[in-house]
């Protein structure tokens, strides 16, 4: 299969998806500046500028071409800090600081050994694609089987906290929270839609990862958007929110 054949037009989906990642990393890193450093803020912020990071690796490699470098980048970008710092986010959002920061001190090094060991692993380079990334191309295998832990992880925070969140808005009365509700869920339905991507591009379907993550992106940031606005609601005016 040549390199033209492969270059498919959903390999160019990259491209959208980091231009919306970055616009987006720096709406809510911006609020994190203006409300005074609230740290759920600060932890989105990084996660979707990490998320965008990853896609404008696969973009590099759509238009550039592959190499080790990048396919390991993208690794580290999108396997161990694409969905992690947005779950941490979630962590101080739910839970008391004490309890997110020791989460942080247990977590963020486990994070960082493992980046660390994809960039010293040797590579099979026969596994390396012209036209996109794969973890296949790592020498030591065992390193593929710690990420899904580090996706569960991500799952159980960031999506379950958006499914509690929800659930419990749901169940409330008031002005706002059916909107927080809706918000809620469309947030934990965008996270969970790169996590599939990703399960498939395991098993060689990069393109669904490409799919997931643009679709991904934006449903969280639709349900972000419709949380804001339901505070302003609630508060009859254009205020600040927890969000």
Known sequence: MTQIHDQMWIHYVPIATTVLSFIFASIILRRYVARGGAMHLFWWGIGVAAFGLGTAIESSITLLGNSVFQTKAWYIAG?????????????????????????????????????????????????LEPTRPSG??????????MTPFINVYAVIFLVGGAILSGYRFARQTGVGHGYRAIGNSLIAFGGILPGIGGTMAKAGVVEALYLGEFT?????WTGFTVVLNASRLAAGTRVDSPA
């Open 216 to 220: 991904g992106i934006l449903f969280i």
């Open 136 to 145: 296949s191309i790592l020498g030591w295998v065992w390193i593929r089987w």
């Open 79 to 127: 396997a161990l800090f694409g969905a992690y710092p947005l779950a941490q986010g979630t962590v101080y959002l739910l839970l008391k600081r004490k309890t997110a920061d020791l989460l942080t001190r247990i977590t963020l090094p486990i994070i960082v050994l493992v980046a660390l060991l994809v960039v010293l692993s040797p590579v099979i380079p026969g596994a």
